[in-house]
């Protein structure tokens, strides 16, 4: 049973920084892909960023410049570095983990609420 759990999320201001964090657990395969996704009510969750186990990262437009991802391979954890934020990334933020090996493995953290707001 893989599990993903989150941490980092709060209350910020226009402007500031956050850092989130997510640990996967369990049996996961080594070629893998980790990414952040948010979402708000009303809207679809939208994709924010994902990185490969060989580092190679893919952003969404609009937090392209402002986040970065970045992962610890030997402890199967991803980092998402938030700057410059506005009140329009307010959302509840999911970490993902999948990988294929046959079949697809996805997997989803159980989210955490960043709120930008003076």
């Known amino acids: 049973q893989v599990q993903l759990v989150e941490s980092g999320g709060g209350l910020v201001q226009p402007g500031g920084s956050l850092r989130l964090s997510c640990a996967a657990s369990?049996?996961?395969?080594?070629?893998?892909?980790m990414g952040w996704y948010r979402q708000v009510p009303g809207k679809e969750r939208e994709l924010v960023g994902t990185i490969g186990s060989g580092g190679r990262t893919n952003y969404a437009d609009s937090v392209n410049g402002r986040f970065t991802i970045s992962r610890d391979n030997a402890k199967n954890t991803v980092f998402l570095q938030m700057n410059s934020l506005k009140p329009e990334d307010t959302a509840v933020y999911y970490c993902n983990l999948w990988w294929f090996q046959g079949r697809r493995y996805d997997y989803w953290g159980q989210g955490t609420q960043v709120t930008v707001s003076s």
């Open positions: 369990g049996s996961i395969f080594s070629s893998n892909v």
